[in-house]
């Protein structure tokens, strides 16, 4: 009877691991997926907007151009995995001329409690031409 006890004990350990090991695998995967989706979404924002003679501002006429180009991109990012899905993203422009995109992605399926959020910048041409040397914000 102690011999049963003993392998049911190790076994329960050993599945405890494997689902522990198998969720940080998962979060990571999620965290992965926000960070190449949020520099995805920077970059095609920053792609519109150098071509609009941005100003700086999130009142540009550019702007609402470069939220649906970030959106795309960070949906098209995220779409191409399995694993995760965008829940959310965010796009505001800093003084600096830079441009910062955060993206929030979920675990698919029934572990949409496994929730990472990245943040990316990307510096546009106007902050080149502005003559500003400060690092992005992020």
Known sequence: ?????????????????VAISFGVYL?????????????AAATAA?????DSDWDCTETHT???DAE?????AAAARTGARSAATAT???LSAEPSCTVVATVTVGAAGVRRWLVA????????????L???VVAPPC
Not at 68 to 72: F, Q
């Open 130 to 132: 502005a003559g500003w």
């Open 1 to 17: 009877m102690d011999t049963a006890f003993g392998a049911l004990r190790t076994t329960a350990m050993i599945f405890v691991v």
């Open 27 to 39: 979060h990571q995967l999620a965290r992965i997926t926000a960070s190449t989706a949020a520099v």
């Open 88 to 90: 959310g993203y965010t």
């Open 46 to 50: 920053t792609r519109v907007l150098d």
């Open 62 to 64: 550019g702007w609402t």
């Open 117 to 128: 959020t990245a943040v990316a910048c990307r510096p546009s041409r106007a902050a080149d």
């Open 68 to 72: 649906e180009a970030a959106a795309r």
